[in-house]
């Protein structure tokens, strides 16, 4: 069961009943050591995208990722997160590196482990905002019960998305932003990931979607990693990481 009081924007508060407090996941500290990820050149040659010695974000912590377009930030935030291979060095989140998994591996581990939330929402027109959420987990072939379908109702309820739409599409892009979110919830993920959360959406909808996001890490005990240029979404991260060139600036 989830629970909202207050209401919505600046200062409301969103609780979980204990059940939900924890993440089912505890991911763990991440180590990155020596991470190194290149991209095949319309020459065929590799060019080096990312170059990262050393990187370290404790379970909990609230961590931006920015630097300027080009940089990495979506690449490292793929790395990160198992999408994309790694070419050298080493991923840990807790005992896991998953530079050491097989794609099946790390397929299944993100699964498991994460919740990402992408710039341009990745829903399914056509479909309800339910369907929407419980996608990931038909695609896996997971029997759906009674209780995730509560769980996915409620995530929507929590975040406010208008659930009774026959169709995604017919959301304004905030509204289908936090379908994504409530999507990106609903394993209780140990890391939220998000590419670019608010880079598409008006001063409004982007600050109900900020909330949401460090309402429900706070909530669950979640790390957070948010990829952003969005100067109102970087005054609220205390702890952001610089790329240039797909180096760290800043550790
Ligand atoms: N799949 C790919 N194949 C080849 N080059 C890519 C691929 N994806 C991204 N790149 C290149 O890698 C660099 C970093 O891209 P990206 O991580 O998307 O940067 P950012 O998210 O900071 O804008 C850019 O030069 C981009 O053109
Ligand atoms: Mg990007």
Redesign the pocket.
Known sequence: MITVVGGSGEGSTIMHAAADRAPVSRIGTLRVENLALT???SSGDR?T??DIDRMEIEPGAVVGLT????????????TLTGIEKADRGSIRWGDTDITQLSERGRDRWRRHNIGFVFQDFHLIPGMTPLMNVLLPRTFEGFFIGSATRRRAQDLLELVKAPAARASVAMLSRGEQQRVGIARALLNRPGLIAA??PTASLDADAGRIVIDLLLSQAAATGATLLI?THDPALLARLKRVYH?RG?KLLTT
């Open positions: 991209y095949a050149a060019f995208v990312l630097g300027p377009s080009g940089s990495g930030k979506t690449s490292l935030l793929y590419d670019e990829v790329l797909g």
